[in-house]
T-cell receptor, first 112, second 115 residues
Framework: QQQVKQSPQSLIVQKGGISIINCAYENTAFDYFPWYQQFPGKGPALLIAIRPDVSEKKEGRFTISFNKSAKQFSLHIMDSQPGDSATYFC???????????FGEGTQLTVNP | EPEVTQTPSHQVTQMGQEVILRCVPISNHLYFYWYRQILGQKVEFLVSFYNNEISEKSEIFDDQFSVERPDGSNFTLKIRSTKLEDSAMYFCASSAESSYNSPLHFGNGTRLTVT
């Protein structure tokens, strides 16, 4: 019940295309949903995050869509660039906790 | 921009040996964490630490693991008797408030190889 399921495992997109990564969760106590970006040899870095009081959050080319009833959320990267090539992790956390539960990760490759 | 720094970047040890992984969190942060990532797998929570005590720990964080903030700047993870399955990338992280309220800042990790 603590798991966060992420798909796809890998994704190849052409420059300028839209990248979409999906996550699903079971634990209804989760109410904070960040996305982290990780480049090779680096630690994860926070990209964007959402709380369930809104259904969408946009920051530049990055948008999170959140569907509370379906217990799903997704990351959309518009106008994908080669510099976006990285591993993306969704995560979730409960209000009362101090731990992030991560998804399995998606390796995104944006071809020039 | 302030960073979380971890040393060493790579540690090789023999099974059964003790290792200490070191971290210097961002100076004004109050919450400290260890996560690990086995090669090609997801990032897993180990432990969170606040006000000089463990706030939460996962089932992975058994009696072989311990954390300490020995002074005002360092945060360490000790594995008493390493096993082959402890081989992973260990990430230290810190945050100004709890991870629910403020972003985690991760270091670049220590790759632990147990032979």
């Amino acid at each position: 019940q603590q798991q966060v399921k992420q798909s796809p495992q890998s994704l190849i997109v052409q420059k300028g295309g839209i990248s979409i990564i999906n996550c699903a969760y079971e634990n209804t106590a989760f109410d904070y949903f960040p996305w982290y970006q990780q480049f090779p040899g680096k630690g994860p870095a926070l990209l964007i995050a959402i709380r369930p009081d809104v259904s969408e959050k946009k920051e530049g080319r990055f948008t999170i869509s959140f569907n509370k009833s379906a217990k799903q959320f997704s990351l959309h990267i518009m106008d994908s660039q080669p510099g976006d090539s990285a591993t993306y992790f969704c995560a979730a956390e409960e209000t009362s906790g101090s731990r992030l539960t991560f998804g399995e990760g998606t390796q995104l490759t944006v071809n020039p | 921009e302030p960073e979380v720094t971890q040393t060493p970047s790579h540690q090789v040890t023999q099974m059964g040996q003790e290792v200490i992984l070191r971290c210097v969190p961002i100076s004004n942060h109050l919450y400290f964490y260890w996560y690990r990532q086995i090669l090609g797998q997801k990032v897993e929570f180990l432990v969170s630490f606040y006000n000089n005590e463990i706030s939460e720990k996962s089932e992975i964080f058994d009696d072989q693991f311990s954390v300490e903030r020995p002074d005002g700047s360092n945060f360490t993870l000790k594995i008493r008797s390493t096993k082959l399955e402890d081989s992973a990338m260990y990430f230290c992280a810190s945050s100004a408030e709890s991870s629910y309220n403020s972003p985690l800042h991760f270091g670049n990790g220590t790759r632990l190889t147990v032979t």
